[in-house]
């Protein structure tokens, strides 16, 4: 929990000091220099959570940092080929009475 909340820290310090998008991300990754996308992300979503943060422009500019990076890592892990995304709508094998013959 120790590096997560100074994660958390550093995010919430350079929203404070007016800084967003990919220059935050910077400050962040220079205070805290063994984290990575994915535990900033985690340390964004957690100031959603925190009840002592009620600054709507620092939870919005955490929030959308949160959501940009996620993005990165969806597109960055995606292989072009989404035909395996989603499960067929039937992909439990049929029994010989019930299948179709052209299907089969």
Do not use: Q
Not at 13 to 21: F, Q, R, V, Y
């Amino acid at each position: 929990m120790g590096e997560k909340r100074k994660v958390y820290e550093a995010l919430v310090d350079g929203a404070m000091d007016g800084l967003t998008d990919d220059a935050l991300f910077k400050f962040v990754s220079k205070r805290c220099p063994k984290t990575s996308s994915k535990k900033i992300v985690r340390a964004a979503l957690l100031g959603l959570t925190d009840p002592h943060l009620r600054d709507r422009n620092i939870l919005d500019t955490i929030y959308a940092l949160a959501i940009k990076h996620r993005m990165d890592e969806l597109r960055d892990g995606e292989d072009g080929d989404d035909r395996d995304a989603w499960p067929a709508p039937f992909a439990r094998p049929l029994d010989k009475e019930t299948a179709r013959p052209d299907l089969a």
